[in-house]
């Protein structure tokens, strides 16, 4: 595995405006007089790859989760974001044996996939029924190309092993760090804490090493940013 050692001087002013986030949210809760919280979200993502980028991958999909540390009606809070995308997916069949070539079934799936985790302050209106947010980040996404075994194995005692190192193979993958920054909003539902969070955000992935459907798993792997515009909806702690 490989780790990319661009930094741009981004992430140093995102990550050092995320360590100030910290002393700042200690005086405004000793003003308010009230304790931050942590509050939780999460749903799926669609991301349109730009650049080079998207010369080689179409569209990526997955989930998304964040914790929000902050006091519920402040203004400045700590983001931590994680995700899982998928850019790619490929599934080889076979014959199933005595069927005569009338059934076949999937055996192998290789997945091309990123995951990403990253933290960085965030600003939000303090109240309202709808509530726009916006924020900014630094952190780390992993490429990978992996392939796994589709049909179930069984032990001797005939309970299913759903997942082993047995069944999973690393084909390539690498590290890079990345950046960027993002907007949405929040919709209250109903009269309780919960809303629908809807937002966009860019990130900028330094050049990372990584296969694609078109690529031998056994190949030379490709080089280029990864930079991705990513879609959001889900719901979230209001």
Known sequence: MRVSRKWSPAVTGVLLVAAAALPARAGEVAAAGSKPTVRF??????AAPTGEFADHVDVAGGLS??????????????RLDGGWLIYGEQT?????????????EDVVTTDNWIAQIALGPQ??????????????????????????????RFDHRLFVVGSDPFRTTTHYDDFTWHYGGGAGMLIGLGSGH???????????????RYLTDNDPVDGIPRRSEGHLIEFHIGVSGN
């Open 194 to 208: 919960t809303a629908l969070d809807i937002g966009v955000r860019y990130v900028a992935n330094n050049p990372v």
């Open 92 to 104: 080889l069949s076979r014959p199933v044996p005595g069927t005569g070539g009338l059934v076949v």
């Open 41 to 46: 979200g999460g749903g799926v993502t669609v």
């Open 65 to 78: 989760g964040y914790a929000l540390f902050g006091r519920p009606a402040g203004i400045l809070a700590l």
């Open 123 to 152: 600003l939000m209106a303090r109240s309202g029924r709808v509530r726009p947010y916006g924020n900014a980040f630094a952190g780390g996404s992993y490429f990978a190309t992996t392939s796994e075994l589709v049909r179930p």
